[in-house]
Nanobody
Framework: QVQLVESGGGLVQAGGSLRLSCVAS????????MGWYRQAPGKERELVAS???????VYADSVKGRFTISRGTTKNTVYLQMNSLKPEDTAVYYC?????????GGKGTLVTVSS
C-alpha cells in the first residue's frame, strides 16, 4: 500500500505563489509517474501536472508557464510550485502516484486564490 500526504495549501491573493508538497510512504518503490490533480467546486477533477522519470513532465494548458512540477531526490516526493496564481486556480489539489497501472491518491490540500 502507498499513502500520500499533501501539504502547502492555503489562502493567497491573485498573483501570489504557493508550493505544494507530497510525500509517499509505505511500499514506495517504482512510483512513476507522480503528479497533481485538482478539483474545483462543481467541476470534475482534472490533471494539473505529471512527472515521469526519466521521460519528463506534462502540464495542463491552463497552468503552463506558471506551475512547475518536480520530483524529490528520494523519488517518493513530488512538488508543485505555483506562481502567478489566479482565482480560477482555486481547488482541492490531490497528489497521485502510479505503479503498475494502480493509481494511489492523497486526501488533498485546499488552495484558495482571492481576487
Amino acid at each position: 500500500q502507498v499513502q500520500l500526504v499533501e501539504s502547502g495549501g492555503g489562502l493567497v491573493q491573485a498573483g501570489g505563489s504557493l508550493r505544494l508538497s507530497c510525500v509517499a510512504s509505505g511500499t514506495i518503490y517504482n512510483l512513476n509517474p507522480m503528479g497533481w490533480y485538482r478539483q474545483a467546486p462543481g467541476k470534475e477533477r482534472e490533471l494539473v501536472a505529471s512527472a515521469t522519470t526519466p521521460a519528463g513532465t506534462v502540464y495542463a494548458d491552463s497552468v503552463k508557464g506558471r506551475f512547475t512540477i518536480s520530483r524529490g531526490t528520494t523519488k517518493n516526493t513530488v512538488y508543485l510550485q505555483m506562481n502567478s496564481l489566479k482565482p480560477e486556480d482555486t481547488a482541492v489539489y490531490y497528489c497521485s502516484a502510479n505503479r503498475g497501472g494502480v493509481t494511489y491518491g492523497g486526501k488533498g490540500t485546499l488552495v484558495t486564490v482571492s481576487s
